[in-house]
């Protein structure tokens, strides 16, 4: 999951605070310090993450694109100059484009935004961007919320007090909110100083960027891991009371079974899974990084004095062109597989199903699947050329079920007009008639469409109206007695809306 970073260099951030009574330093200073305190520790514990640095106050500037050299950034953060303004809103457009150029639409990415609490002045602050909202042309939205997934983090370098001083507090909040509500607002608690600082973006860390460790085991066999980025925990929609799901630190194997057998499942997130010590990069049977990393051993190396079974794994999983199937919790599962990044290069990683134990109906129950050595008969075949996937329902489903669905209003035109033809026919096409009112009524009814019933039973009365001197005596009948059906069932009464219900041709002395 890549981050930007969006750093505040306007004149509000040069604003001097004492620290320790003697030293004067710039609140610039303090996010500079913050910030290296992060890039050192995603250096260590998050390598493989890309990051970028924008600066920005009227305008904006990439200083850093996506990297994973976080010398290259610590480096552009002891070079920032001072500028103008604020403008947040010319910033956020800059880190859409930038994301968007980059990854596009469909990644997730995590934007932490530092800055004072400054919303700027006049044209292109925070709060009159916020408050023109609801008077904006198509062209001119504001960026909130992006087009692609987002978590935004807020480090203001003020402490609370400082913020609700003023509306800062809350244009902030509104900010959050615009941008999806999944991130958080952190400020310095106490004094402006470098402890402040350095506990603020240590809560940064500990929510966003602490590294996920597992341990893989399978059988007797087991290696520690690190599963980057972080899970998160999900909540399942459809429970009555749902709780966040996170996966379980034991990763448990549970069988292996053939790349074509398993296809392309639905995921909800995929992950890379490094060996702990060995997240460097490696040659075909290793686990990749980056060409930054070259000079460090690679995990093929290392493994060769340290067996590592995270590493054999891997290697097996590409030869034998297989993926593993792992248990992440009670009832939720995923699968290990590998990856490669080009011709030398490949990654083991791991994909989570939805929870539940048949999240692959191909597959069935994955309780229910057992090793080949245990079936009557090789269900692949003596020569492999058959497989037990997918598996049959028990019970054989119907689609050619008569279901009326309008997904255009020229379907349901065309079903009114079918009715007013036959109507138009009786009593010739009596039967037809009533067959195609009933189909139409047991719509309505489904889809609590109850105006509809009462629009066709005054097309059925006007119909009545229309009827020629030479029509037959039963036609009149046969439409006042079914536009009434229909104006009883409009009223939504049990005993005349009825699902199961249908309207029967009345009976007449010139029915035959």
């Known amino acids: ?274 060996p702990i010590n060995v997240n460097k990069e490696v040659d075909e049977v290793g686990t990749g990084a980056t060409d930054e990393l070259e000079e460090e051993p690679s995990a093929s190396q290392m493994a060769g004095k340290n067996p590592n079974f995270c590493v054999l794994l891997h290697g097996s999983l590409k030869v034998e062109g297989m993926v593993a199937l792992v248990q992440l919790g009670p009832e939720w599962y995923g699968m290990l597989y590998s990856q490669a990044d080009s011709k030398k290069k490949s990654n083991l990683m791991m994909s989570l199903f939805e929870p539940g134990s048949e999240p692959l109906p191909w597959l069935g129950k994955i309780t229910h699947l057992g090793p080949i050595s245990e079936a009557a008969e090789n269900p692949y075949g003596e020569d492999d050329s058959k497989s037990p996937f997918p598996l049959q329902p028990s019970v054989k489903r119907s689609y050619a079920q008569n279901v009326t669905v309008w997904i255009k209003a020229s379907g349901l035109q065309t079903d009114v007009q079918k009715i007013l033809r036959n109507a138009r026919k009786l009593p010739d096409k009596t039967q037809t008639f009533y067959k195609e009112l009933n189909r139409l009524r047991k719509a309505a009814l489904a889809f609590g469409f109850w105006e509809l019933l009462k629009g066709v039973a005054d097309l059925l009365e006007r119909e009545c109206t229309l009827l020629p001197d030479s029509a037959h005596p039963d036609a009149a009948f046969q439409l006042s007695h079914a536009a009434q059906q229909l104006k009883l069932a409009s009223t939504g009464d049990s005993q005349y809306a009825a699902f199961d219900h249908n309207i029967a041709p009345m009976h007449t002395d010139f029915s035959s």
């Open 1 to 274: 999951m890549p981050t930007v970073i969006l750093m505040d260099v306007s004149l509000s951030m040069t604003r001097p605070v004492s620290l320790d009574g003697s030293d004067e330093f710039q609140r610039k200073n303090l996010a500079v310090h913050g910030l290296n305190m992060l890039f050192e520790h995603m250096a260590s514990n998050y390598r493989l993450e890309f990051t970028s640095l924008m600066a920005f106050s009227s305008l904006w500037e990439l200083l850093v694109p996506f990297t994973r050299d976080y010398n290259a950034l610590q480096e552009a953060l002891g070079n920032l100059e001072d500028y103008d303004k604020t403008c947040v809103e010319s910033a956020l457009n800059g880190v859409s484009s930038v994301v968007q150029q980059e990854w596009g639409s469909a990644c997730p990415c995590q934007v932490v935004l530092v800055t004072d609490g400054s919303l700027g002045i006049g044209k292109g602050s925070l709060r009159q961007s916020l408050q023109s909202l609801k008077h904006r042309a198509d062209d001119k939205k504001f960026p909130l919320p992006f087009p692609f997934p987002t978590k935004m983090f807020i480090m203001s370098i003020a402490n609370a007090e400082e913020l609700q001083t003023t509306d800062a507090m809350n244009n902030l909040e509104e900010l959050l909110h615009l941008s999806g509500g999944d991130g958080q607002i952190f400020t310095m608690e106490g004094p402006l100083c470098m402890k402040s600082v350095q506990a603020m973006f240590g809560r940064l860390i500990d929510h966003a960027y602490s590294p996920f460790h597992a341990v893989l085991h399978c059988g007797n066999l087991s290696s520690d891991v690190q599963v980057f980025p972080r899970p998160e925990p999900i909540v399942m929609d459809e429970e009555v009371d749902p709780m966040p799901r996170s996966i379980n630190p034991d990763l448990e194997l549970v069988g292996f079974i053939e790349i074509a057998d398993i296809s392309s499942p639905p995921v909800i997130s995929r992950h890379l899974v490094l």
